[in-house]
């Protein structure tokens, strides 16, 4: 940065002395007349001079864009760097993503679309089938700040490794100290006592320990207090204290007699102790007094180092110029060479920028993913093995291995008792023998199960692949210890559950036992082989912590033998809760075997398994010998945080026989050993057969038409555990229903009676049916329904019409038509609702063509009956809803339709905000958002409709609740209305049309209501609202700035400057923050430089650059022509004249905008980049204004300025003028009468914008620049604007500064240095032509101060020394520390 200065500033010397050689003279002259007058002045005189005016700036108006790239179309086509003024023609475009899936077809089946009627169903249907739609913005990589630029230049390599002098001597003198003091400064040794330095332990008396402490001076002059075992001082010390970053030492007797502490600049201390009063206080006296003169002697060094470098400067400049007048034509070429070389291998400037080199990622966007099926913690479990203590060979001729001499069937599932419900399916597993599996004869029932329709989406090759799962894949959304892994085992139906489990609980003569079971088995399972019986249980925890981690070591249980009085799942969950109560669990009976049955963690590429809906993934080998996993369906709870949008298409429902009442019945004369059947009907006529949907158990088909449940012996009131999962069709009607019938089953395989009796193993007693539909909705939850003993054709139509009457089919009640048993469904659908207003809302729109032909009044109704619609449900169902709701929007007739469908999107937005998935929102817009075709005769467009919506909401008098959530959250109303234009505009083919004519009038009158009726929410509301006024600002401005890609540019300037219109002079610090993120975000655009069109606007052929009317100061015209770039400089100016927060946050964003253009790949070219110079060359009119408040030319950690104090007694010392600082004029001295609140508001005392400040315009001053030097403040008045002639062009009137204030407080080092980073950045940049001109037009003055702006940069940014960059952060603190004593210093470190 010193090299780029240094050329410069000398380049210019150059041709300023030969120009103005005279002019130099005779100012020296006016500067020390000048000088002499400002010495005169009184004290209470020599205050600054003040003007202060709070108008709003004049806007300036923007040129209309659109017409003028029309108009100046051949000089446009004719430039060669015509890209930086157009905008290119492929900007933006539509495109459909196909829709990613881990399946290998679509989950949808193939007919669904076709058998839906319900306009839910259709719709659930269309989105899962759906594409993505996106719209691409091919340059929006380039629309964000500097660090997320796509090609940002990377951490550059380091820079060459130099010697500096200072370094070499800094070096030199650290290996003379090392010899000892070599300059007689103070030395002091002797014993002390050290506390222990590890501040984390807490310092004793035992922690001391004595060692021999030696002061020494380094040959820099700073001190060093080394200490040692030993009195050996020329061993190596065993530590040292650096004195130069000590703060002060003071006496501390808290922990030990005698102590005192050195307290240092990072706010450590070290604890020291002396054996006396006296020589405790010898050592402080002695380091007090070094660290008083390590003050003094950084003061003097500070003063001798400037004079060294003025010294030398002069020096350099005689020499050249000698040199030179011999040499002229080498000196030039070999000049000339040099300064191309380094300009073409240098980095860039900014790239050696600390902001720059900053890591920061508040503006980055979270990345937005498509809609994806998300699970829980996935756990795999791995059936191997269940055997029992009863062990035998099952072949007749008794040849093969040894097996368990009946087949057991196991049925795993998840428990959580701590919101005591089931939280999975069942998952059944067949881990028998093939040997024992050939027990069970294919009953005829099985036979005509297998048989039928086959309209699933089940291959028939997977079918025997499906037949004996092992593996299950089990997923937990909210891990915890106190979840279950429960296994439930079940046997062919014998007898009792204490009968037939007696033999497996002895361990005595066990083959004898096992013979007689066998036998007793083979009987059973040829005449019963079909029901079930419960026989036996156990449990294991499945994870260690609430974090996930599985508890791999749990083992099973012992196998607990079931209780035929608790076997539901309630009572299930109640011995889980004992289950870590060794003395509750010991009463349990247990049966004699082992069940081995592992868990591990599923990897992401896990293979060969299937959904619950039995559909591959796409790792998926389809071989018979392959193994596959199936996934169980997790019951996830139903609260939104734990939901997510559906993806894909599953209809499950879920029946649970709970228990039946039969004690009490006459009809029949035997019914004890009841089972229960279910079955799935469409129809109630007397032939139809179930439909096969019914999921079947392992070694029989994947679909049955039947269930049956576990039958309990000798029960005439059973409880049942079983669940029956069914797929249920695409379109439920009211003729579908369960319908269960009851059998008795005889167990009694006795030789008596005849053989007609032996064949009698089922008798039918009873019957009963649920209708599946209720008010348009799955019947769900617990149910009673009653008993009947017949099944006449038609019984779905019998109802009660009055007592004793009814209309329909006779039917005999069972017990006088007492609700005998209790069933409860569960339903896993995608397609299906629960929620009976969104069922309504939906139900309403089929009938009125989505609200096309809808009464007002009624759509209203059910739309606000939205608001009800429970949290989970909106949450699943999101993108249809939302889809839904914007198509009513379109065909709303009404402004109240139109109103509450926006209402409702709010409060559907607001919601998903509140439970933390605002993350569904952004995947909804950027994906799965679709604006409907458009017809212009019927229909109407989102972005037109949803603009009037939001302008009705946000009116004063509407819901303020309601307008609050809209502001909160407006992101996501514009990201709409953006995608809808964009969409609009390519499917209706006017993208190619004059961007004056894209859109309607009515459409841009809406977006300029909706700017207007914003903005008083911003401006006003931010105290109250802070965090909604921010959203909506910033929304507002990501919506303008995109609006530039669709809209006519002029159009959407003006809706820049309505914005800017709502702001003043003296607000309050937010809404200069709203202010500045508004432009930051909007000057991010990624064809920022096009918008600004910088080309020159000069009449007639332009050749040269020396012809261009280049601005150089902020001009009405320049303003007006660049209208971006003019604002944001603008609105800079004026924020300097503001405190310091304000001034920080406006250089910040223009700081990192020119950053941005440095490391845009787009313009890399030198060509490139000094045309976007020339954009900021009015930054150089803003610096001069302000140069007094820029030339701070100390960089050391203490500078000094003069204090009010010695002012009183020794007058002003202002600093001796130097041959470049700018010739002050004469200064009118101020009115005596001025009251003192004044001159307490300049120094920083009183506030700047009360209403007791008087007014002070009669005030005058002649020129900016004539005020004193004053001490850096962040808080002074305002100063008045100087009233010098104007600069550049006479014939321009300057708008710099609309509010015409002028601050004199000097600038903050970090202020200052990101300003001159711009400076230099546009000296660098710029052509030599365009910085001859500005020298050429520019004023004497104002060429005076431009070198001194140039000759501060080489003060701000030199080199120091190692030595100097690593003391000064400690000497800072230090001095700090000291200022409080005099409040004349100022400190500042580089």
């Not at 500064?1297 to 001159?1316: F, N, T």
């Amino acid at each position: 940065m010193g090299c780029t200065t240094s050329v410069v500033l000398f380049k210019g010397i150059r041709t300023v002395f030969e120009r103005n050689c005279g002019y130099i003279c005779k100012q020296q002259g006016e500067n020390n007349a000048l000088e002499y007058t400002a010495f005169s002045l009184p004290d209470e005189d020599s205050g600054i001079l003040i003007h202060s005016s709070l108008a709003k700036p004049k806007l300036i108006e923007p040129i209309d864009y659109e017409n003028v790239i029309v108009q100046r179309k051949t000089q446009i086509l004719n430039d060669a760097l015509r890209e930086m003024l157009l905008f290119p023609y492929d900007d933006f475009q539509t495109a459909l993503l196909k829709r990613q899936s881990r399946y290998i077809h679509s989950t949808v089946p193939e007919n669904a679309e076709k058998e839906a009627q319900s306009l839910f169903v259709t719709e659930c249907i269309k989105t899962y089938n759906s594409d993505w739609h996106v719209v691409n913005y091919k340059y929006e990589d380039y629309s964000a700040e500097f660090r997320q630029l796509p090609n940002k230049v990377t951490k550059p390599e380091k820079l060459p490794v130099h010697l500096y002098e200072v370094d070499e001597e800094a070096d030199k003198d650290e290996d003379a100290a090392s010899l000892g003091s070599q300059k007689g400064g103070i030395t002091k040794q002797g014993w002390l006592y050290k506390g222990n330095m590890n501040s984390a332990i807490s310092v004793t008396m035992r922690s001391f320990k004595r060692r021999f402490f030696h002061l020494i001076q380094l040959g820099d002059g700073s001190y060093n207090l080394n200490f040692y075992k030993d009195e050996k001082i020329s061993k190596e010390p065993k530590g040292s204290i650096f004195l130069d970053s000590c703060m002060g030492v003071v006496q501390n007797n808290k922990v030990r007699r005698f102590a005192f502490e050195l307290k240092m600049q990072d706010k450590s201390s070290y604890l020291l102790a002396a054996d006396s009063e006296l020589e405790m206080e010898e050592w402080i006296n002695t380091l007090n007094k070094i660290l008083q003169l390590n003050f003094e002697a950084a003061m003097q060094e500070k003063r001798n180092g400037e004079s060294h470098e003025d010294d030398e400067q002069s020096k350099m400049e005689s020499s050249s110029s000698s040199f030179d007048s011999y040499y002229p034509e080498i000196t030039k070429s070999t000049r000339e060479a040099e300064i191309k070389l380094k300009s073409e291998s240098r980095v860039k400037l900014f790239a050696l920028d600390p902001d720059a080199q900053k890591l920061d990622f508040s503006g980055i966007e979270p990345e937005v993913k498509p809609f994806e099926e998300k699970f829980g913690k996935k756990i795999l479990v791995k059936c191997n093995d269940l055997s029992f203590n009863l062990q035998s060979c099952v072949a007749e001729n008794e040849e093969g291995p040894t097996t368990n001499v009946e087949p057991f069937f196991v049925t795993l599932s998840l428990f959580d008792i701590k919101i005591n419900r089931k939280i999975s399916a069942d998952f059944h597993v067949d881990l028998n023998h093939h040997s024992v599996r050939h027990m069970i004869s294919s009953a005829p029932q099985q036979m005509m199960n297998g048989s039928g329709d086959g309209s699933h989406r089940i291959q028939d090759t997977y079918e025997t692949m499906l037949q004996y799962p092992k593996q299950g894949i089990f997923s937990v959304t909210c891990p915890h210890p106190d979840i279950f892994l429960v296994a439930r085992i079940e046997k062919v139906l014998q007898g009792s559950i204490t009968h037939c489990a007696e033999p497996y609980m002895k361990s005595s003569d066990s083959a004898k036992v096992a013979q007689k079971v066998l036998k007793n088995a083979k009987q059973a399972c040829q005449r019963l082989g079909q029901y079930r019986m419960p026989f036996a249980w156990a449990a294991r925890t499945l994870f260690k912590d609430a974090s996930g981690m599985l508890d791999k070591n749990a083992r099973f249980s012992p196998l607990f033998r079931q209780d035929s009085n608790k076997l539901s799942n309630e009572d299930m969950l109640k011995f889980l809760a004992d289950f870590r109560k060794p003395e509750k669990m010991a009463k349990l009976p247990v049966i004699l075997g082992n069940l081995d049955v592992t868990i591990d963690n599923v990897s992401p590429d896990f293979p060969n398994y299937v959904n619950s809906s039995y559909i591959p993934m796409k790792q998926f080998e389809n071989s018979t010998k392959t193994l596959i996993t199936f996934e169980i369906e997790e019951f996830v709870p139903c609260i939104p945080k734990h939901t997510q949008p559906f993806t894909i298409y599953n209809n499950h429902l879920y029946v649970y026989p709970k228990h039946l009442k039969y004690d009490s019945q006459k009809s029949f004369a035997k019914a004890r050993n009841i089972a229960i059947c279910i079955e799935f009907k469409d129809s109630d006529e007397e032939d139809s057969l179930p439909l096969k949907c019914i999921y079947g158990r392992p070694g029989g088909p994947i679909f049955t038409r039947s269930a049956f449940a576990a039958v309990l012996h000798h029960h005439q009131n059973p409880e049942f555990y079983d669940e029956i999962k069914i797929e249920l069709p695409t379109q439920l009607h009211e003729k579908h229903h369960l319908l269960f019938t009851f059998y008795h089953v005889s167990c009694d395989n006795s030789s008596k009676g005849s053989t007609k009796k032996k064949d009698v193993v089922e008798t039918q007693v009873g019957y009963s049916w649920l209708p599946l539909i209720k008010d348009g909705r799955v019947v769900t939850n617990d149910q009673h329904i009653p008993v009947s003993a017949n099944l006449p054709s038609g019984y779905l139509s019998y109802q009660e019409v009055g007592v004793g009457k009814h209309s329909g089919p006779e039917i005999k009640w069972v017990d006088g038509g007492k609700q005998l048993l209790k069933i409860s469904t569960h339903l896993v659908s995608t397609v299906y609702t629960q929620d009976q207003h969104l069922h309504n809302f939906f139900q309403y729109c089929q009938k009125t063509e989505s609200g096309a032909r809808a009464l007002g009044t009624e759509l209203v109704k059910y739309l606000k009956s939205l608001h009800a619609m429970e949290g989970h449900v909106m949450i699943a169902f999101l993108p249809t809803v939302l889809n839904q709701l914007f198509r009513v929007l379109t065909r709303a007739t009404q402004e109240e339709v139109a109103v509450n469908v926006t209402r409702v999107i709010i409060h559907i937005v607001a919601q998903c905000h509140e439970e933390g998935l605002d993350s569904y929102l952004r995947s909804y817009v950027k994906y799965a958002y679709k604006a409907e075709p458009y017809v212009a005769s019927e229909y109407k467009t989102v972005h037109e409709e949803l603009t009037k919506s939001m302008t009705t909401i946000l009116k004063p008098s509407a819901d303020f609740l309601t307008s609050n959530k809209l502001l909160k959250y407006s992101w996501f109303f514009f990201e709409v209305l953006i995608k809808s234009m964009a969409q609009h505009l390519i499917e209706n083919s006017k993208v190619k049309l004059l961007r004056n004519q894209r859109f309607s009038a009515s459409f841009h009158h809406a977006v300029e209501t909706v700017v207007n009726m914003l903005m008083p929410h911003i401006t006003q509301k931010y105290r109250d609202n802070p965090e909604a006024s921010k959203n909506a600002n910033h929304s507002l401005a990501a919506f303008i700035k995109r609006c530039f890609t669709f809209m006519d540019r002029g159009f959407v300037f003006k809706q820049i400057n309505n914005y800017i219109s709502c702001f003043a002079p003296g607000d309050p610090k937010t809404l200069f923050e709203f202010k500045f993120e508004f432009l930051r975000v909007v000057c991010n655009h990624e064809h920022y430089i096009p918008l600004n069109l910088p080309m020159p606007f000069g009449k007639g052929r332009v050749q040269r650059y020396q012809d261009l009317q280049l601005d150089y100061s902020l001009t009405d015209e320049f303003c007006k022509n660049h209208f971006l770039v003019g604002l944001l400089l603008r609105e800079v100016g004026n924020a300097l004249q503001e405190f310091r927060e304000v001034r920080q946050i406006a250089i910040s964003v223009l700081k990192n905008l020119m950053i941005k253009h440095s490391f845009d790949d787009r313009y890399a070219s030198r060509v490139h980049q000094a045309r976007i110079a020339t954009m900021y060359l009015p930054l150089f009119g803003l610096l001069i204004e302000n140069v007094q408040r820029i030339n701070v030319k100390d960089v050391s950690p203490f500078p000094i300025n003069p204090s009010s104090n010695s002012a009183k007694d020794d007058g002003l010392n202002l600093p001796t003028a130097n041959q470049l600082v700018t010739p002050q004029k004469t200064v009118n001295t101020l009115d005596n009468n001025l009251p003192k609140d004044l001159f307490g508001v300049i120094s920083g005392i009183a506030s700047p914008y009360t209403t007791s400040t008087p007014n002070i315009n009669c005030v005058r001053n002649a020129d900016s620049r004539g005020s004193l030097i004053s001490t850096d403040s962040g808080n002074s008045l305002p100063e008045r604007h100087s009233d010098k002639s104007n600069s550049l062009d006479k014939n321009q009137q300057s708008s710099t500064l609309g509010s015409s204030v002028v601050r004199y407080d000097k600038l903050d080092q970090a202020e200052i240095k990101s300003l001159l980073m711009c400076f230099l950045h546009i000296l660098r940049s710029m052509s030599e032509d365009a910085l001859f001109t500005y020298w050429n037009k520019a004023t004497k003055s104002e060429l005076m101060d431009f070198f001194t702006i140039t000759e501060v940069c080489l003060h701000q940014f030199q080199y120091m020394g190692k030595r100097y960059i690593a003391r000064t952060g400690m000497m800072h603190a230090r001095l700090q520390q000291l200022s409080s004593l005099d409040n004349s210093l100022t400190f500042n470190h580089m």
